[in-house]
């Protein structure tokens, strides 16, 4: 099994602030990684897909980068409908752990 | 546009087996290239990805249930469903099943809304 490991667990951030969140695979994956967002109570949202793709409709403050094992999800510029926790996913498999994004 | 919605009992009682249904709408569920998969979340904790179907009837399951999951697909009724046996307490979570776009690198794209299932007696 490809296990995916996120980081931080969580991390508390101001708005306007550069986010960025890590999430390792076990092994490499080469570019089948997506990254989501999920708010209290609703389902996940897709954000990139492809490791690197920004999904039709999500804001350009959104980036992510990597391919293989190591991969980043970007926030160029924290807004406050951002704060939310933040998943990583192996092609339509394992998700990593999440990263809350708090108000600091 | 499509659109997925979970139905299904919210109670299961312990060692029975939990049946949850997946309709699509707006679109056919044996249209482009598209598995249909279910995810669950127990309150509070991240998201565990179930299993997979093609429209075709091929599976994907994950190994840590794969023991107790069945999930299958009904074209005519454009639905999909999950059967997970033998539940626990440890069942006990949000249930949501989603579509897994091949367009996309296998991403999940729409999300049904989610629907609570709690094991107790």
């Known amino acids: 099994d490809i296990q995916m490991t996120q980081s931080p667990s969580s991390v508390s951030a101001s708005v306007g602030d550069r986010v960025t969140i890590t999430c390792r695979a076990s092994q490499g994956i080469s570019s089948w990684l997506a990254w989501y967002q999920q708010k209290p109570g609703k389902a996940p949202k897709l954000l990139i897909y492809?490791?690197?793709s920004l999904q039709s409709g999500v804001p350009s403050r959104f980036s992510g980068s990597g391919s293989g094992t190591d991969f980043t999800l970007t926030i160029s510029s924290l807004q406050p409908e951002d704060f939310a926790t933040y998943y990583c996913?192996?092609?339509?498999?394992?998700f990593g752990g999440g990263t809350k994004v708090e108000i600091k | 546009q499509v659109q997925l919605q979970e139905s299904g009992p919210g109670l299961v009682k312990p060692s029975q087996t939990l049946s949850l249904t997946c309709t699509v709408s707006?679109?056919?569920?044996?249209?482009?290239?598209?598995?249909w998969s279910w995810i669950r979340q127990p309150a509070g904790k991240g998201l565990e990805w179930i299993g997979r179907?093609?429209?075709?009837?091929?599976?994907n399951y994950n190994p840590s249930l794969k023991s107790r999951v069945t999930i299958s697909v009904d074209t005519s009724k454009n639905q999909f469903s999950l059967k997970l046996s033998s539940v626990t307490a440890a069942d006990t979570a949000v249930y949501y099943c989603?579509?897994?776009?091949?367009?996309?690198?296998?991403?999940?794209?729409?999300w049904g809304q989610g629907t609570m299932v709690t094991v107790s007696s």
């Open positions: 989603a579509r897994v776009d091949g367009y996309l690198f296998d991403a999940f794209d729409i």
């Open positions: 996913q192996q092609a339509s498999g394992t």
């Open positions: 179907i093609y429209t075709s009837g091929s599976t």
């Open positions: 492809a490791a690197s």
């Open positions: 707006g679109g056919s569920i044996s249209s482009g290239s598209y598995y």
